[in-house]
């Protein structure tokens, strides 16, 4: 199951009294927007006991589309990646 932002602000709602369905939402899209543009800008995001969410730089380097066998030049980019906390990782994992 996944679990989606519609999911998110009734989880917060339900868990919070006397917080409106409209107060929950709001909360959850200024989370989210704190954290792209925190993204956005080049930093990392780091949630203590969830993990941290990290840019890398990838440089150009050579590709090969693997239909015509071509070889091609893929362009720098940027890249989000994620490291589970070790509290979220042993959960997970039963612990």
Same mark, same amino acid.
């Given at each position: 199951?996944?679990?989606? /932002?519609?999911? &998110?602000?009734?989880?917060?709602?339900?868990?919070?009294? =006397?917080?409106? %369905?409209?107060?929950?939402?709001?909360?959850?899209?200024?989370?989210?927007?704190?954290? /792209?543009?925190? &993204?956005?800008?080049?930093?990392?995001?780091?949630?203590? =006991?969830?993990? %941290?969410f990290n840019i890398k730089d990838k440089s150009e380097r050579k590709g090969r589309n693997p239909q015509t066998g071509e070889t091609l030049i893929l362009n720098s980019r940027r890249v989000v990646t994620f490291s589970p906390s070790k509290i979220l990782r042993n959960r997970v994992n039963g612990g």
């Open positions: 199951m996944t679990l989606t /932002k519609a999911d &998110l602000v009734l989880e917060v709602y339900k868990n919070h009294e =006397g917080m409106t %369905k409209a107060q929950a939402s709001e909360a959850i899209e200024a989370i989210l927007r704190i954290g /792209k543009d925190c &993204l956005i800008g080049g930093s990392d995001l780091l949630l203590s =006991g969830f993990g %941290k």
